[in-house]
């Protein structure tokens, strides 16, 4: 049995056969339950708990913790047993946290290539191998953003009162109306022109109806009925709908 399928029937027999832990610990983050599990060696969760509002407040994340010095940590929890230590360890764990990485950012411009970048993850290959697969795969992936004007304008040529509808490209305005069904479409239009895409991913909005999305959504289905079609709900603001053709 490979070590994946066993650790597979193991968190499936512990989720069905053992209740969820719980602590009396507080915290708001999981670096500060960390914290405050460290603390909590020797010493009650209550009294803990007396003093981690003011180390939450003073150290929000690890870079903080990290670059504190011994006898500031020390002050704020000489009170709970064993400080001398756990100065030690807390400042210990938090630099564990924040050093020895090795970071590879994904440069990519827009949430659909983002995206794409997690969905080409795999895990078995290397780093290295990841950061060219991803890369590879963003360059595939075209962006249309559908928003509002908030003033009088002109860019790419295109005159543009408050309150025209406009979907922006990668390069720049694509379309400017003052329907966003038809603005919409003739963006999609405009992104794609004669070339062939597989996949357009349409993300609507928090101002957006679901009826709307599905009306937009069944007429570039009708229009690209040779590619795939997704529809999702995103919830962003400002914008009613983030579109991505790959």
Known sequence: METTERYRRATEWFSANIETAETELHYDSPFHLLIAVILSAQCTDKRVNMYT????????????????SFEEVYGLI????????KAKHLI??????????????I??????????????????????ENEQNMLEEIQNVRTGQVTYAVRDTEIDGKVITQDDIMGIGDQGILAVGKDIF????????EMIGDDEV???????????????????????????????????????PIYYYVISAE
């Open 198 to 236: 597989e996949l357009l991913s349409i993300y609507y909005g928090s101002d957006t109806s679901k009826e709307d999305a599905e009306k937009l959504g069944a007429k570039i289905e009708e229009l690209y009925s040779e590619c795939d079609v997704e529809l999702q709900y995103g919830g962003q």
């Open 53 to 68: 509002p003011e180390i939450f407040r003073r150290f929000p994340n690890p870079e903080d913790l990290a670059s504190a």
């Open 107 to 128: 440069p990519t411009k827009t949430v659909p290539q983002g995206i794409t970048a997690i969905i080409n993850f795999v895990p078995d290959m290397s780093m290295e």
């Open 78 to 85: 000489r009170s709970i047993s064993f400080p001398n230590n």
């Open 182 to 189: 038809d603005t919409t479409i003739e963006m999609v239009e």
């Open 92 to 105: 210990g764990m938090a630099k564990m946290l924040v050093e020895d990485k090795n970071v590879i950012v």
